[in-house]
């Protein structure tokens, strides 16, 4: 049992080595492939109608191109549910993962500046109200 043990610490420092080494060469960033849309709740649309919120998200994506559970919120939006609602729309996003000068995909932290416009709030009691005005038109 110690020997299998050792054998398998031996096989993880050998792949971890390659890892470490690769630190120290240049790394193509990761990139967006499909951003999902924030969603937020008709309070915060309400709240934050017309205006462009700045977010600052710090988030590793990972070697297969998808954000790690550890999402940290660097630049605030000033309200807990509508960063929350950025963490959540950043879980869902897929990404391109970091690639090594060698082409190896690699996990790779990175700060993301997101600038988020909240369109105009329309009630929903109001949009059902103008459907049915002009279905009346016609």
Avoid at 25 to 54: C, G, N, W
Avoid at 67 to 75: E, G, P, R, V
Avoid at 101 to 124: G, H, M, R, T, W
């Amino acid at each position: 049992m110690q020997l299998l043990i050792a054998g398998f610490l031996v096989i993880l420092i050998s792949l971890a080595v390659p890892v470490m080494a690769n630190n120290n060469s240049p790394v193509t960033p990761p990139k967006i492939i499909s951003l999902a849309p924030v969603s937020l709740s008709d309070d915060l649309r309400e709240k934050y109608s017309e205006q462009t919120i700045m977010v600052k998200v710090k988030a590793t994506v990972s070697a297969i191109g998808i954000i790690d559970s550890d999402i940290k919120i660097i630049t605030s939006s000033g309200d807990a549910l509508f960063d929350q609602a950025v963490i959540d729309s950043m879980k869902q996003s897929v990404f391109s993962p970091a690639y090594t000068s060698d082409n190896q995909a690699v996990a790779c932290s990175i700060l993301f500046p997101l600038q988020i416009n909240v369109e105009k709030y329309v009630p929903d009691e109001q949009v059902n109200n103008e459907e049915t005005v002009k279905a009346a038109e016609r």
